[in-house]
């Protein structure tokens, strides 16, 4: 029965995977992102149908798609660390610090879209700037543990 156990190790495998899976996708996504664009501005009401419409959001989806790309890097990285030990160090609080910046890129991103072109971009400008409060959050606790330890090590 011991290996049917779940332990740390291989929830932050899976996760893992999922962050893999997650990159995959987003890669797909991008790929097919004039496909993407066309299929929402055929199938869906837009607040605006101008004429650059169709190239502002190929260009949002590209530049979410970068965010996204550089997001899930860090977040594979962090999880890499963590199942490594190393909790505690600066490169887990400048991953969480790249991870909340993509967030927050998209959010800025993503609202006005939403205001101008689809309303469901604001949706997704705020699930995005919520989980940058949340991964900014969990930054500034993992820098305040990184200053303990350090501190921690220089007692003798």
């Not at 490169?91 to 939403?114: D, E, F, H, K």
């Not at 959050?137 to 990184?146: D, G, H, S, T, Y």
Request: aromatic fraction near 14%.
């Amino acid at each position: 029965m011991k290996c049917w156990q779940w332990d740390d190790h291989k929830s932050i495998t899976l996760t893992r995977y999922v962050v893999a899976l997650a990159i995959l996708g987003s890669a797909i996504m991008t790929v097919c992102g004039p496909w993407l664009v066309r299929w929402l501005m055929d199938t869906h009401p837009l607040n605006c149908t101008a004429s650059w419409v169709e190239a502002a959001l190929l260009v949002l989806g590209y530049l979410c798609a970068a965010l996204a790309f550089w997001m899930l890097y860090n977040l594979y990285r962090f999880l890499q660390r963590l199942e490594q030990g190393q909790v505690f160090v600066p490169q887990t609080v400048q991953a969480l610090r790249r991870i909340s910046w993509c967030c927050t890129w998209a959010a800025v991103l993503c609202l006005p879209a939403g205001i101008v072109i689809y309303l469901p971009f604001v949706f997704l400008a705020v699930a995005a700037g919520f989980m940058a409060l949340l991964v900014r959050v969990l930054k500034n606790a993992f820098a305040q543990a990184v200053r303990m330890k350090n501190e921690l090590d220089y007692t003798i």
